[in-house]
């Protein structure tokens, strides 16, 4: 369908404007869906970062949907408190659906130091 088609380009045009116009390594885009109450991943950003992340992960990254119920995630975290969060550990914004090995090798890959969470993107 079109309307998915413009959509995809959409998400993936923000996705990649998070790391050229803020000075990230990569940008995820994830919007709330409140009737399956998930955080859903819906574009990664094209760069170096973004491409090892999608060859690295255990899990496809369109199928890493966080549960709003799911406390200890950051991303939620952020939601919840309405505020910007950072860690040093992938694994704060991908668990529980990926695992923490998993998480740590995806970081290393993506040379990644530290994740910023906001409540207006996920970077």
Do not use: W
């Not at 919007?31 to 760069?47: C, F, G, P, Y």
């Not at 990254?61 to 040093?88: G, M, P, Q």
Request: with cysteine.
């Amino acid at each position: 369908r079109s309307s998915d088609l413009d959509f995809n380009r959409a998400a993936q045009k923000i996705a990649n404007a998070i790391p050229e116009l803020l000075g990230y390594k990569t940008g995820v885009l994830a919007l709330i869906d409140e009737k399956e109450q998930i955080l859903k991943r819906v574009a990664i950003s094209e760069t170096p970062g973004g491409n090892a992340a999608l060859h690295n992960l255990e899990v496809p990254f369109s199928n890493i949907d966080i549960r709003l119920s799911e406390e200890e995630n950051f991303c939620i975290k952020a939601l919840r408190e309405n505020r910007v969060l950072h860690t040093t550990r992938l694994y704060d914004v991908l668990r529980p659906v990926i695992s923490e090995a998993n998480s740590n090798t995806v970081q290393e890959k993506m040379n990644t130091k530290t994740t910023l969470i906001d409540r207006k993107s996920v970077v």
